[in-house]
């Protein structure tokens, strides 16, 4: 996948909003190899009314 940044990459994989750390237990590692970076990303977490902060 060619997306200038990595954190497109992470919501176009997972389909939802991410944030950008890897705070939870499942996360997103997104590797540049061009530059020999590794970006890690988690889901953002849900609002609404069946989640709570």
């Given at each position: 996948m060619d997306v200038d940044e990595p954190?497109?990459?992470a919501e176009?994989?997972?389909?939802a909003p991410i944030s950008p750390s890897a705070l939870q237990q499942h996360?997103?590692?997104v590797v540049d190899?061009?530059?020999?970076?590794?970006f890690e990303f988690?889901?953002?977490e849900p609002v609404?009314?069946?989640f709570s902060k």
């Amino acid at each position: 996948m060619d997306v200038d940044e990595p954190i497109k990459v992470a919501e176009r994989v997972a389909g939802a909003p991410i944030s950008p750390s890897a705070l939870q237990q499942h996360w997103f590692r997104v590797v540049d190899e061009e530059e020999n970076t590794v970006f890690e990303f988690s889901l953002a977490e849900p609002v609404g009314p069946n989640f709570s902060k």
